[in-house]
């Protein structure tokens, strides 16, 4: 057995996992750590804050579905990767974040960066809510265990976000071990669905009249478009994807119609609200999605019966009852269930399908609102105006990557994507600033597909320190930031809940506001423009695609559009204020 030190052991591990990156920031809690990537195939990026880290693994295994690995110091470092973690551990993604801890034998005494008046060492209880399992490695013979066992966890089942904390003693000291070999200890196998309860599912899809399909995130971590497609195909059922699982079906296939909910499509709320059995696969049906629960608007279940699929047996029946709830795997699952209908029912005709044409008639008025939007030449330029631009000059398999606000209030519902894993967008915890390092993830995970983040200026403000990371680096992402001076999602509700009187904290001050193409310079890109007409987005963009290293394109836009610009066709239940 070779004799390595706990930073040798972490860097030989990860070459095992396959892990290509090392995502960062060091400090004196890890630089025990740090040192054995001098000698690792694992490649070191350094991002400008520890947030950036765990963002940027996320766009990268929300890209390829493989973890990445991010490590920081003890004390704020530690604690500035927090917000990443929960933002992946809300929409299942996976990573492992190594963070450094005190030495063994100074827990408990407050040394520098120490969270110690609960406990000792007490930062992994600060993690245990964000992630799926917290590690706390005592010696460093226990580290190849906890290495196997905290990539096993984040992979395994439903996936998501694992810490592991490792003293700084135990970085540096040296053991004789032999490192696991990572497929001798996973399941080689997804788990199916017990066969009575898909032949109940299929018997119910079988005799539907107006059955529709709705994936979620689950749907597009397991892989499973291939598996949703045909069955769509077969029974001729609509699909209303959530947004995190945006292309799993191609958004130009006669069967998608949209999303459901607050700012779902005319045609998905319609469809959803009217149907008579819902197949929901590795869905959470959360409060944006179901017009919050509101009747009639996006779901009304029962009387629609409801056939729930999900790995996690906790998100079955957790917000509405079920006909028939099924734990399993979405790919294996689905495919089980879609067998099982074949050997049912024939494949349904378009020809004479007097719900097959509701359909396209719904989805035909829905293409309509959103192409009037689109067409629209006016100055200050709408967000909209300026997806269409992007969708014109990003390539077809092209990626778009949204972060929480106005823009990914726009994008999701109006911009059409047609390959998985093309729609990087955070999802249930709503994260600001987001995208600036998961589209950074996102490239490094296929550095052929041209890469967009489609920000909003006060998101990108959030942390507009990671183009640092991509300038260094030389990755090729594209940045297009529409500017409409303010965090205005949240300026809207203001107004529409209380009035223009009674806007506070939410616009940006005309005298501060910050010139983003002095910005761009001072972090060295090499291509940046503005642009206040629309006819001239589509050739400024087609230079900054075209440009070898990241590029920046300032869009400004209107400032005071309504509804948070998008085309509200459901409910969103916020409580008002009482005097």
Not at 11 to 21: M, Q, S
Not at 215 to 229: K, N, R
Not at 234 to 250: D, E, W
Not at 340 to 352: N, W
């Amino acid at each position: 057995m070779p004799r390595l030190n706990g930073g040798e052991i972490i860097a030989n591990y990860l070459e095992k996992e396959g892990v290509e990156y090392l995502v960062g920031i060091p400090g004196h809690g890890s630089t025990n750590l740090l040192d054995a990537f001098n000698d690792s195939e694992v490649e070191v990026i350094q991002p400008r804050h520890e947030q950036g880290a765990t963002h940027l693994a996320d766009g990268y295994a929300r890209a390829t579905g493989e973890p990445l690995a991010v490590f920081t110091s003890i004390g704020p470092g530690a604690t500035n990767t927090v917000t990443g973690a929960a933002t992946a551990y809300v929409d299942s993604i996976p990573m492992v974040i190594f963070t450094g801890a005190p030495q063994t034998h100074e827990y408990g005494e407050g040394i520098l960066q120490e969270i110690e008046r609960q406990k000792p060492g007490d930062f992994p209880s600060v993690m245990e809510p964000v992630t799926k399992q917290s590690f706390v490695v005592r010696d460093v013979e226990q580290l190849p265990r906890i290495l196997r066992r905290a990539f096993q966890t984040a992979l395994s089942g439903r996936p998501g976000p694992v810490h592991v904390d490792v003293p700084m003693d135990v970085q540096g000291a040296a053991a004789d071990v032999e490192l696991p070999e990572p497929t001798k200890h996973r399941p080689h196998s997804r788990p199916g669905g017990d066969p009575d309860t898909v032949s109940n599912a299929a018997d119910l899809l079988a005799e539907a009249d107006r059955p529709v399909i709705v994936p979620g995130g689950g749907t597009m971590l397991a892989e499973a478009w291939d598996e949703v497609q045909a069955l769509a195909e077969h029974l001729q059922a609509p699909v209303i994807p959530t947004f995190q699982s945006r292309g799993i079906i191609p958004e130009d296939h006669d069967l998608f119609v949209g999303y459901a909910g607050w700012i779902g499509s005319s045609a998905g709320n319609e469809l959803a609200a009217n149907s008579d059995v819902i197949l929901a696969v590795g869905c959470r049906f959360t409060d944006m999605h179901t017009s919050s629960f509101e009747e009639g608007v996006s779901f009304e279940i029962p009387p629609s019966k409801l056939v729930h699929v999900d790995i996690d047996p906790q998100e079955i029946g957790k917000n509405y009852p079920v006909e028939v709830g099924i734990q399993g795997d979405a790919k294996v699952v689905t495919r089980q269930i879609t067998e099982a209908v074949q050997d049912r029912v024939d494949p349904v005709s378009t020809e004479d399908n007097d719900y097959y044409d509701e359909i396209q008639a719904l989805w035909e008025d829905w293409q309509a609102q959103v192409d009037e939007r689109w067409e629209s030449d006016e100055v200050p330029m709408s967000i909209s105006r300026v997806a269409r631009a992007v969708r014109e000059v990003l390539p077809r398999d092209g990626s778009i990557v949204t972060s929480a606000g106005q823009p990914q209030e726009t994008i999701n519902p109006e911009f059409p994507v047609y390959e998985p894993r093309t729609n990087i967008s955070c999802g249930g915890f709503s994260t600001m600033g987001w995208g600036v390092s998961a589209a950074i993830g996102a490239k490094l995970a296929d550095p052929e597909r041209t890469v967009v983040d489609f920000e909003g200026d006060g998101s990108f403000l959030m942390c507009n320190q990671e183009v640092a990371c991509a300038v260094e680096h030389d990755i090729d992402v594209n940045y297009v930031v529409v500017n409409n001076n303010g965090w205005k999602s949240i300026r809207n509700l203001q107004v529409n809940k209380y009035g223009w009187d009674r806007v506070l904290d939410t616009e940006f001050d005309d005298e501060t506001m910050v010139d983003f193409m002095d910005m761009a310079e001072s972090f060295n890109v090499g291509y940046a423009e503005r642009v206040v007409k629309p006819e001239n987005l589509n050739g400024v963009l087609e230079e900054a695609f075209a440009h070898d290293g990241p590029s920046f394109v300032e869009a400004v836009v209107e400032p005071d559009n309504p509804d948070s610009g998008a085309i509200i066709t459901g409910e969103w239940d916020l409580a008002d204020l009482e005097h």
